[in-house]
């Protein structure tokens, strides 16, 4: 564990500030870089895990299990900002010559249109440990397949206490749900991945309660695809 807090400090630190310095350039570039609103948010969605896990690591909640999770969290993000870096930030003026003067295949100058994705996914759940829950995310039986559609997941939720939510709960930063059987608009908080296995480490104080969940696809535009069933399980 000291080997652990010897590093982090500097090292962490300074690769989150080189992040959210990323977000806020690409947040103006976007359109001149050929960024799309999918990977900027999902740029965001990694800095802020990264982010939440950093200050668990460095208060007194750090456990081995923050630890692990603060190390994956950074994988995530340093590995998702290199292969944009790869894909985005490197594009001299070369011509078609250029391109097979390296061996490489010309690059395409038409646009292929990218449709707004037309399938469903659904949520089913495992329970990993105390207040943890291991959300699979899979297309419903004979939905629509276009890779190119469905570029991702936006995973919207929200959580229920028992009795539902206080007018201060349901207006305060976690914003919990007043009450239970809500609509898909109804849920606060939503989250991008592109990974089919999401794990999701509530806070201690929300074991009991009710999270619901609801899964769209999303294209690289941005562009959400019809709802899936609503989902809900009790946080353990």
């Not at 603060?70 to 594009?91: S, V």
């Not at 391109?99 to 395409?108: A, E, G, Q, T």
Request: hydrophobic share 35%; with cysteine.
């Amino acid at each position: 564990m000291a080997h652990f807090q010897s590093w982090l400090p500097n090292k962490r630190v300074d690769q989150l500030a080189m992040a959210k310095t990323w977000r806020t350039t690409l947040s103006s570039k976007a359109s001149q870089w050929n960024i799309t609103p999918a990977e900027i948010a999902e740029l965001r969605d990694l800095i802020e895990d990264a982010n939440e896990w950093l200050a668990k690591a460095m208060s007194s909640e750090r456990t081995t299990h923050v630890t692990a999770k603060c190390k994956e969290a950074f994988a995530d993000l340093i590995n998702y900002m290199r292969n944009l870096k790869a894909r985005k930030f490197f594009c001299p003026p070369m011509t078609d010559a250029d391109f097979v003067s390296l061996n490489l295949k010309p690059r395409d100058t038409i646009k292929t249109p990218i449709a707004p994705p037309a399938g469903q996914a659904e949520v089913s759940v495992t329970y990993p440990g105390p207040h943890l829950l291991m959300f699979h995310i899979n297309p419903i039986a004979g939905t629509i397949i276009d890779p190119k559609a469905n570029y991702g997941f936006r995973i919207h939720y929200g959580i229920l206490p028992p009795g539902g939510a206080t007018t201060e709960q349901a207006t305060g930063p976690r914003r919990y749900l007043i009450k239970g059987s809500p609509s898909a608009l109804d849920l606060p908080h939503s989250k991008f991945t592109k990974r089919k296995k999401l794990l999701f480490d509530f806070p201690p104080d929300d074991s009991g309660k009710t999270v619901y969940v609801c899964v769209r696809y999303e294209n690289s535009k941005g562009q959400s695809g019809p709802w899936g069933p609503m989902f809900s399980a009790v946080i353990p």
